[in-house]
């Protein structure tokens, strides 16, 4: 409508799940007592020195090498210099000219279209501490005092950063969703937004479409998927309008209000930042060489995307194998049951469908109840055979959830085993053709009308167990003679 | 027996070894010496005489219990003022970190601790090791026991007057830019710069991180190299410390310097270098050749840049270096209307006028805008002195001049204009900002009894071949006078 199309890049930070800090042997831990891990490097004192921590250079490596980045022979760290009072040394270690990984892409499929978003850099730096500002509104300016805890202070953190390859808040909110899935994968961190161990920064402009850049702000403090999503939203609504209105889009840093449901210009800083890096003195070159860059891309997991091409191949349907992929318990116990020999869509319509059902409604995970790969496999095995019927099987399927037993044995205690004795079915049948002579005969005239009929009154005869298919088929037998 | 405080490390470790001293007696030689000179020198800012009694008396009983930790023990180390020291403060000689107790030890100190040394405190400098006659300390000025209106020379002045006149055996000092040898050379000492990552930087109070390294300051090259080998050495907290042995650094003192190549450095040895310093270099040169080294004269014209690198690369790092101190988590702290107040004005009151100077250097030489001309060139230029000094390292195995272009100057003759103070460090600084390792040895005096400063570069780990020509120096010149404040009064029996 208005002409306008948004651009959007996203930076994330990510804190790594290392046993130690980046730069001293402090314990990484969520939610211990304020300054515990703490020691002279993380606090910054005088005289204390950095040291890299390999396992998180590992971790760096991992992610670069899952976004496709080339990974650098040879990389520097730098320091970004500013002041404040939960940065302990008053600058960051952080990289600058030369990160890790750059130059890989990452595809993301919203309404069946693949966007392509480039990753321009992957780059390791530690984190900050965390001030407490108490007082009015928890900011800073307000506050009568603050409050320091320096345990996240120099825990390992990697920034992704993508090319403005985005278009829609759905984009971007797919896009993260994705990286989120693989760093998860990966094993590098738990990535959970609302604890701030994955944070996304959104850059929004907009523009006509071919023009060049427009001006862009910078979308700060979102700790969900969701929150990420309405907040770019939000922006470009924003900006269009303004646009519209004859204004003109200030860069700026916004940030997100989820009560409100806005973003706000953050308090203008009175000087442009500079942050005067310099290569780290501290620190001696990165140098990665051949053998270490292989042996990462070697160790990679399969990663969400290739999972999904998998499924696809076994004919599962899209929709569920979104879902499958986008829950790793899922995915896992699909795999499982599919080596054990059960029907790939059969059992990827159980988890998606009955199962995720069952998780929501009682509130539990799916490593909470008894489900096995083998449960699957075996009741996959009782709906072919005929055991059971195909709503049987769901019946089944949440008795084991319920925790009552094996298939089999919920099956046979819930009354669900389905009668497909050849022998014993002819019986039936034959004793309901001979009681309904003039339907056998008009079948035989040509009339299948009947025929529907009589496979009821078989089902009636024994009880409802009997399988159906295999009634049908006695039937058409029986009928031809 | 003289006074045990004029001993050598060697002669004393001898003599406890002997029987004929103990630690305690040695220890309370130099402490009647520290006592009977500190009022004219101002050496220490602190003296742990409780710490290092006990020290002593340790190493006194482990001796006599044949646990012998090896030549330093028993033996009266005094450290510089920015080594972090576990219980004892540690100030930098500055106001903002008056106070100040760290909760560890520098590797350098465990080193010490660990080799038996007994540690008599901590001595004075120039703010945050900024300045070359420790004048620029907030504690007030250290001065020289050859001549106490004379500046000791700096920034390890505190550890160069202690030594020289006795209130310690030997110490350690940095050195960022001669900070080490040019103290050494004002005081007649031996003082040592070794190759940059051969002793942990872990503990020091950073000044610039890619320049600075801890050494040693004695009164022998024997006992330089006695403490320099009890610190040397990989370090996992220092990523810039160097792997793999080490190198055997006295191995060479008793070789002499037949067929060694020794190239005098050209554009250090004659103009903007004092006549009487010039004369006696030459001397010392003479000897060497004499003694059957081949001297040549060697040019490294891009020494030329020395200065103006330096005070760009120096000033860049330690902005970033000082910025820890904000007044938040210890140190001064005054107060402000807002956090970023608090800051300014506790670095504005907190800083001496040099090490505010610099950080304004420094912070302009990294802003944006001016990065490329200034800190971006200044690394350029340090490349390309690396490549001018490896080439003349293919042709000698040692560089040569002298260490100060003076001998010790007045005090208050060089504050009021910093770029002459600069410029006492044109012959240490290259050492600085090649990595390699240089040493000070004292060739004799001038006229007015001062001592004078010889300088010894070698490539990097070069260190024996840097020892084995000072110790034949040392010999050839037989410099034995000591200070006048280094008086022998007192006599131990």
């Known amino acids: 409508m208005s002409g306008l199309e948004a651009v959007i890049g996203i930076e994330t930070h990510v804190e790594l799940r290392t046993r130690s800090k980046m730069f001293c042997g402090c314990a990484v831990a969520f939610g211990a007592k304020p300054n515990v891990n703490t020691c002279p490097v993380c606090l910054g004192l005088p005289g204390a020195l950095p040291v890299p921590n390999e396992e998180a250079i590992e971790s760096i490596l991992r992610i670069g090498a899952a976004l496709g980045c080339d990974i650098v022979e040879r990389s520097v760290f730098h320091r970004k210099s500013y002041f404040y009072p939960d940065l302990p040394k008053n600058y960051q270690i952080s990289q600058y000219d030369l990160p890790l990984c750059v130059g890989g892409h990452l595809d993301v499929v919203v309404d069946g279209e693949t966007v392509r978003v480039g990753i321009t850099r992957v780059h390791m730096e530690e984190d900050t501490g965390k001030s407490l500002h108490a007082g009015d509104g928890g900011r800073i300016h307000a506050a009568d005092h603050t409050l320091l805890d320096f345990n996240r202070s120099g825990v390992p953190l990697v920034e992704i950063v993508t090319e403005p390859d985005l278009r829609t808040a759905e984009q971007a909110r797919s896009y993260a969703a994705e ?280 089902m009636r005869a024994t009880g409802g167990k009997a399988d159906p298919k295999l009634v049908s088929e006695l039937l058409r037998r029986r009928t031809a003679g | 027996m003289a006074d045990a405080a004029d001993l050598t490390i060697a002669a004393a470790g001898a003599a406890i070894r002997r029987g004929e001293l103990s630690a305690v007696d040695l220890l309370e030689a130099v402490v009647r010496r520290a006592s009977m000179t500190e009022a004219h020198l101002h050496a220490y800012l602190t003296l742990d005489q409780a710490g290092a009694r006990a020290a002593a008396e340790q190493a006194d009983r482990e001796l006599a219990a044949g646990d012998d930790r090896g030549p330093l023990h028993g033996i009266p180390i005094a450290l510089k003022d920015n080594l972090c020291t576990r219980g004892t403060e540690t100030t930098a000689g500055s106001k903002i970190l008056a106070g100040y107790v760290p909760p560890y030890d520098a590797a350098v100190v465990t080193s010490l601790r660990d080799a038996g040394a007994v540690l008599t405190g901590k001595t004075n400098l120039d703010e945050f090791a900024m300045g070359s006659s420790t004048e620029n300390s907030a504690f007030g000025p250290t001065r020289n026991p050859w001549d106490t209106d004379r500046v000791p020379g700096g920034s390890s002045g505190g550890s160069a007057a202690a030594v020289a006149v006795g209130s310690a055996l030997g110490a350690l000092g940095s050195d960022t830019g001669g900070s080490v040898r040019q103290p050494a050379a004002l005081c007649g000492l031996v003082g040592v710069k070794p190759t940059y990552g051969l002793v942990s930087r872990y503990g020091l109070i950073a000044f610039a991180s890619s320049l600075d390294q801890i050494g040693p300051l004695a009164r022998t090259v024997e006992d330089a190299a006695l403490l320099l080998q009890a610190i040397a050495g990989w370090d996992r907290h220092d990523a810039t410390s160097i792997r793999g042995d080490v190198p055997a650094i006295g191995a060479g003192v008793a070789t002499g310097v037949s067929g060694l190549r020794i190239g005098v450095l050209t554009e250090l040895s004659g103009e903007g270098i004092d006549g009487e310093v010039l004369a006696a270099f030459g001397e010392a040169v003479g000897r060497l050749s004499a003694a059957g080294a081949e001297v040549a004269e060697v040019s490294v014209p891009a020494v030329a840049y020395a200065i103006p690198t330096y005070y760009l690369i120096a000033p860049a790092e330690c902005s970033a270096n000082l910025a820890r101190f904000d007044g938040v988590r210890y140190g001064l702290r005054v107060d402000g209307a807002t956090t970023e107040e608090m800051m300014a004005n506790t670095r504005g009151e907190g800083f001496g006028a040099e090490v505010i100077r610099r950080i304004l250097l420094g912070t302009y030489a990294l802003s944006a805008g001016y990065y490329d001309a200034f800190y971006g060139q200044a690394q350029r230029v340090r490349t390309l002195m690396r490549r001018d000094f490896a080439a003349a390292y293919e042709q000698v195995d040692v560089l040569v001049s002298p260490t100060s272009p003076t001998t010790a100057f007045r005090i208050g003759e060089k504050t009021a204009d910093p770029l002459t103070m600069y410029l006492s460090d044109v012959c240490t600084l290259p050492a600085n900002l090649m990595g390699g390792p240089a040493l000070s040895l004292p060739i004799g005096c001038d006229a007015a009894g001062l001592p004078i400063g010889f300088q010894v570069m070698a490539p990097a780990l070069g260190e024996e071949v840097m020892f084995q020509v000072a110790a034949e120096l040392e010999r050839l010149s037989g410099f034995a006078t000591r200070p006048a404040l280094a008086s022998s009064e007192v006599t131990l029996p």
Do not use: C
């Open chain 1, 179 to 458: 990286l989120q899935r693989i760093v998860r994968t990966l094993s590098v961190s738990d990535a959970r937004l609302e604890e701030g161990s994955m944070r996304f920064d959104a850059n929004v402009s907009v523009r006509r479409p071919g023009a060049g850049f427009g001006t862009r702000t910078e979308v700060k403090n979102m700790n969900s998927l969701r929150s990420l999503q309405r907040a770019v939203g939000y922006e470009i609504d924003r900006q269009i309008a303004l646009v519209a209105a004859g204004g003109t889009v200030v860069q700026e840093t916004r940030h997100w209000n989820e009560a409100t449901a806005t973003t706000l210009a953050m308090r203008s800083k009175e000087e442009s930042e500079d942050y005067r890096y310099f290569q780290e003195p501290d620190l001696v070159p990165l140098e990665v060489d051949a053998a270490w860059r292989q042996r990462v891309v070697d160790s990679l997991p399969e990663l969400p995307a290739m999972r999904r091409h998998r499924y696809v191949a076994t004919g599962v349907n899209a929709a569920t194998v979104s879902s499958l992929v986008n829950d790793d318990a899922l995915g896992d116990l699909f795999d499982a049951a599919v080596a054990a020999g059960a029907d790939a869509r059969t059992v990827a319509n159980w988890l998606t469908g009955e199962v995720v059902a069952y998780l929501r409604q009682e509130d539990v995970t799916l490593a909470d109840t008894d489900l096995t790969a083998a449960d699957l496999a075996d009741l996959a095995a009782m709906l072919a055979d005929g055991a059971v019927s195909a709503s049987a099987a769901k019946d089944v399927l949440r008795g084991v959830l319920a925790g009552e037993g094996r298939p089999r044995a919920v099956a046979g205690a819930r009354d669900l085993l389905q009668i497909s004795d050849t022998g014993l079915l002819e019986t039936e049948v034959d004793a309901v053709l001979a009681a309904h002579p003039d339907e056998l005969a008009r079948i035989r005239h040509g009339d299948a009308k009947p025929f529907g009929y009589l496979v009821g009154q078989v």
